[in-house]
């Protein structure tokens, strides 16, 4: 059963149509990859799920919603959680205060209850920070609980930005570019994470990424984009032996 | 150096981090209350200056400190909040009443103001609030029939319960009032910086794309966060118009909203400490000044602007050397005595941040 389902869509920024006619859907369960050259329009079909960029056409549907219906900040409460492609942290915060942002969704307290900080706002921390932890503990992040982002070394604020997306408990994780710009062990440690995520919590995982290897290694299915279009669905080995995703990288006549 | 050896969640979660640091604080309190005792009226008035100024500081540091937008309408909010309490009170309402009303009158007020004037940012922000603090006096001036005008207005001497509390008469009662007032500002700050509220100002300072990827409504946050930074603004006004026992359209002028953005800046952005700091440097450096101004000519000679010119100079000092301003310094000084003798020169030189997605705006 498809949780998420894109019709038709398409954005243009004036004349440049970035996401052109494009459709596709994601799969209860399983790991769903886009890959493409840059600027194919990866990121943008992210912001459009995220409902940051308005569409221009299309259909987009979560688990039988409109997404079209909601706001930008509404969408996490549906249960779509993501990460950027240059990490958007709040740096002067501590690690547990980022991870705890992320349970904002599940808040119920109001806000007398707040500034009384009455025994409901207490009992509800706890159970955020019991949230949380599960998600350090996952994560292997204990070293960094109270160490402020601002001093943090790239390759942590990586997994600390996933364990955000993760503590707001998601139906869907969006990971744009999960691997860019760290070690081959920490990508190494990214796979084995993505597949538990979708093996132990059972979250469905949709993400962007150059590398290969990740790619092939984690995802059920990879759609190629190039242009904004599709140029190819299919297993990760399927997609990397399609004649168009080899013009589309390396150019005709390979 | 104090390690803290947690157990339970509830150690994160409480308003000291450990016994030392609650005994701290105790003893601040115990000295405070038994302030009166110990020193003479003239210096009490003072303090009580000092806290009043702080209680705004703490108002316009929950906005810009915590939430990131910088507001210089802040003197606005004063006026409405010292205003609405002393019509209320001449319209028959108890102090104990008309003083929360006040308060809450003003973050209404703010709340109104704050859904067009936050959708600006940074520069423009500061500029729009400006607009705020020049209006107020015009504002005034048109409301004549219930501010009086260019004639200004008298607070009346405020009973609780029959229990009589005025400025000059008075000042130990008045500094209790004062005091509690204070206490109440400080413990509603802290108990928001600890709840979802709190952070979500934080997220809404560092990278509103991603707060509002995890489910915070920008606008209604900045909207909170103005309201309630005014409505602290707002009590805190109230209390300057006892205070200064009288007040008029001139009192609230921009150079208070100016001095009250120094103030935080000076103190240290994003922290409670930061406020009282401010406050005091605010508060007492007028009376330094004189005492100094003395010492070198023993004559009555004015220097105008004399005052506003040290103040630049302090702000501009700060701002060059030491960004995080006196709670940032004595953090420093601190964690040198903690962790004598390893701290390290380096140990808080800032980061180069990495790149940012470049914003959805």
Same mark, same amino acid.
């Given at each position: 059963?498809?949780?998420?389902?894109?019709?038709?869509?398409?954005?243009?920024?004036?004349?440049?149509?970035?996401?052109?006619?494009?459709?596709?859907?994601?799969?209860?369960?399983?790991?769903?990859?886009?890959?493409?050259?840059?600027?194919?329009?990866?990121?943008?079909?992210?912001?459009?799920?995220?409902?940051?960029?308005?569409?221009?056409?299309?259909?987009?549907?979560?688990?039988?919603?409109?997404?079209?219906?909601?706001?930008?900040?509404?969408?996490?409460?549906?249960?779509?959680?993501?990460?950027?492609?240059?990490?958007?942290?709040?740096?002067?915060?501590?690690?547990?205060?980022?991870?705890?942002?992320?349970?904002?969704?599940?808040?119920?307290?109001?806000?007398?209850?707040?500034?009384?900080?009455?025994?409901?706002?207490?009992?509800?921390?706890?159970?955020?920070?019991?949230?949380?932890?599960?998600?350090?503990?996952?994560?292997?992040?204990?070293?960094?609980?109270?160490?402020?982002?601002?001093?943090?070394?790239?390759?942590?604020?990586?997994?600390?930005?996933? =364990?955000?997306? +993760? !503590?707001? /408990?998601?139906?869907?994780?969006?990971?744009?570019? $999960? &691997?860019?710009?760290?070690?081959?062990?920490?990508?190494?440690?990214?796979?084995?994470?993505?597949?538990?995520?979708?093996?132990?919590?059972?979250?469905?995982?949709?993400?962007?990424?150059?590398?290969?290897?990740?790619?092939?290694?984690?995802?059920?299915?990879?759609?190629?984009?190039?242009? =904004?279009?599709? +140029? !190819?669905? /299919?297993?990760?080995?399927?997609?990397?032996?399609? $004649? &168009?995703?080899?013009?589309?990288?390396?150019?005709?006549?390979? | 150096?104090?390690?803290?050896?947690?157990?339970?969640?509830?150690?994160?979660?409480?308003?000291?981090?450990?016994?030392?640091?609650?005994?701290?604080?105790?003893?601040?309190?115990?000295?405070?209350?038994?302030?009166?005792?110990?020193?003479?009226?003239?210096?009490?008035?003072?303090?009580?200056?000092?806290?009043?100024?702080?209680?705004?500081?703490?108002?316009?540091?929950?906005?810009?400190?915590?939430?990131?937008?910088?507001?210089?309408?802040?003197?606005?909010?004063?006026?409405?909040?010292?205003?609405?309490?002393?019509?209320?009170?001449?319209?028959?309402?108890?102090?104990?009443?008309?003083?929360?009303?006040?308060?809450?009158?003003?973050?209404?007020?703010?709340?109104?103001?704050?859904?067009?004037?936050?959708?600006?940012?940074?520069?423009?922000?500061?500029?729009?609030?400006?607009?705020?603090?020049?209006?107020?006096?015009?504002?005034?001036?048109?409301?004549?029939?219930?501010?009086?005008?260019?004639?200004?207005?008298?607070?009346?001497?405020?009973?609780?319960?029959?229990?009589?509390?005025?400025?000059?008469?008075?000042?130990?009662?008045?500094?209790?009032?004062?005091?509690?007032?204070?206490?109440?500002?400080?413990?509603?700050?802290?108990?928001?910086?600890?709840?979802?509220?709190?952070?979500?100002?934080?997220?809404?300072?560092?990278?509103?794309?991603?707060?509002?990827?995890?489910?915070?409504?920008?606008?209604?946050?900045?909207?909170?966060?103005?309201?309630?930074?005014?409505?602290?603004?707002?009590?805190?006004?109230?209390?300057?118009?006892?205070?200064?026992?009288?007040?008029?359209?001139?009192?609230?002028?921009?150079?208070?909203?100016?001095?009250?953005?120094?103030?935080?800046?000076?103190?240290?952005?994003?922290?409670?400490?930061?406020?009282?700091?401010?406050?005091?440097?605010?508060?007492?450096?007028?009376?330094?000044?004189?005492?100094?101004?003395?010492?070198?000519?023993?004559?009555?000679?004015?220097?105008?602007?004399?005052?506003?010119?040290?103040?630049?100079?302090?702000?501009?000092?700060?701002?060059?050397?030491?960004?995080?301003?006196?709670?940032?310094?004595?953090?420093?000084?601190?964690?040198?005595?903690?962790?004598?003798?390893?701290?390290?020169?380096?140990?808080?030189?800032?980061?180069?941040?990495?790149?940012?997605?470049?914003?959805?705006?």
């Amino acid at each position: 059963m498809s949780l998420l389902k894109i019709e038709n869509a398409t954005l243009k920024f004036g004349g440049v149509v970035a996401v052109n006619d494009l459709s596709f859907s994601v799969d209860e369960g399983e790991v769903y990859a886009i890959v493409g050259p840059n600027g194919a329009g990866k990121s943008t079909v992210f912001n459009l799920i995220s409902r940051f960029y308005e569409p221009y056409a299309g259909t987009f549907n979560f688990d039988g919603q409109n997404l079209l219906d909601r706001n930008a900040d509404e969408v996490a409460d549906l249960g779509i959680a993501r990460t950027f492609q240059n990490i958007e942290l709040f740096d002067h915060a501590t690690v547990l205060q980022n991870l705890l942002v992320g349970r904002h969704r599940h808040r119920k307290s109001t806000l007398l209850d707040q500034m009384f900080f009455t025994p409901r706002v207490r009992r509800e921390e706890r159970r955020h920070r019991e949230a949380v932890e599960e998600v350090i503990d996952f994560l292997d992040l204990q070293p960094y609980r109270n160490k402020m982002i601002a001093g943090l070394p790239y390759g942590v604020r990586k997994v600390v930005e996933l =364990g955000r997306a +993760l !503590a707001s /408990g998601p139906r869907l994780l969006l990971l744009d570019e $999960p &691997a860019s710009g760290l070690s081959v062990e920490e990508t190494q440690d990214m796979r084995w994470w993505i597949d538990d995520i979708r093996k132990q919590m059972g979250i469905t995982v949709l993400m962007v990424e150059h590398d290969m290897g990740l790619v092939s290694g984690v995802s059920d299915r990879v759609l190629a984009l190039a242009d =904004g279009a599709k +140029l !190819a669905e /299919g297993t990760p080995a399927e997609v990397q032996s399609d $004649p &168009a995703v080899i013009e589309a990288y390396l150019g005709a006549g390979v | 150096m104090r390690i803290h050896f947690k157990t339970s969640y509830e150690h994160d979660i409480r308003l000291f981090p450990d016994r030392w640091s609650f005994s701290v604080y105790a003893v601040l309190l115990l000295i405070a209350f038994g302030l009166p005792y110990l020193i003479d009226e003239f210096y009490l008035g003072e303090v009580t200056n000092v806290l009043i100024w702080a209680i705004a500081g703490l108002g316009l540091m929950l906005l810009t400190g915590q939430t990131g937008q910088a507001s210089l309408g802040h003197a606005a909010f004063l006026a409405v909040g010292c205003y609405t309490n002393t019509i209320l009170i001449e319209m028959g309402l108890p102090f104990i009443v008309a003083f929360p009303l006040a308060g809450i009158i003003t973050g209404l007020v703010g709340v109104v103001i704050a859904i067009p004037v936050l959708r600006l940012h940074g520069i423009y922000l500061a500029i729009a609030t400006i607009a705020l603090s020049i209006l107020a006096d015009d504002i005034i001036v048109l409301l004549e029939p219930w501010t009086g005008g260019v004639s200004g207005k008298f607070p009346e001497m405020i009973t609780i319960f029959g229990f009589e509390i005025e400025r000059w008469s008075m000042p130990t009662r008045f500094y209790y009032l004062v005091l509690a007032v204070t206490i109440i500002c400080t413990l509603f700050y802290r108990n928001l910086l600890r709840s979802p509220l709190g952070r979500a100002f934080a997220a809404v300072r560092d990278s509103e794309v991603s707060a509002t990827a995890m489910g915070v409504h920008i606008a209604r946050t900045k909207g909170m966060a103005f309201g309630l930074s005014c409505m602290i603004t707002g009590w805190s006004g109230a209390l300057m118009g006892y205070y200064a026992g009288t007040f008029n359209n001139e009192t609230f002028s921009l150079v208070i909203s100016i001095t009250l953005l120094m103030m935080i800046v000076i103190g240290g952005l994003g922290s409670i400490h930061g406020a009282f700091f401010g406050a005091v440097v605010v508060a007492f450096l007028p009376q330094a000044l004189s005492i100094a101004k003395d010492m070198v000519s023993s004559g009555g000679v004015a220097i105008p602007g004399l005052e506003t010119g040290v103040f630049g100079l302090i702000l501009i000092l700060f701002i060059l050397f030491e960004p995080m301003g006196i709670y940032g310094r004595w953090l420093k000084i601190r964690t040198w005595f903690e962790l004598f003798p390893f701290a390290r020169k380096d140990m808080f030189k800032r980061q180069k941040s990495y790149l940012k997605t470049e914003r959805l705006r």
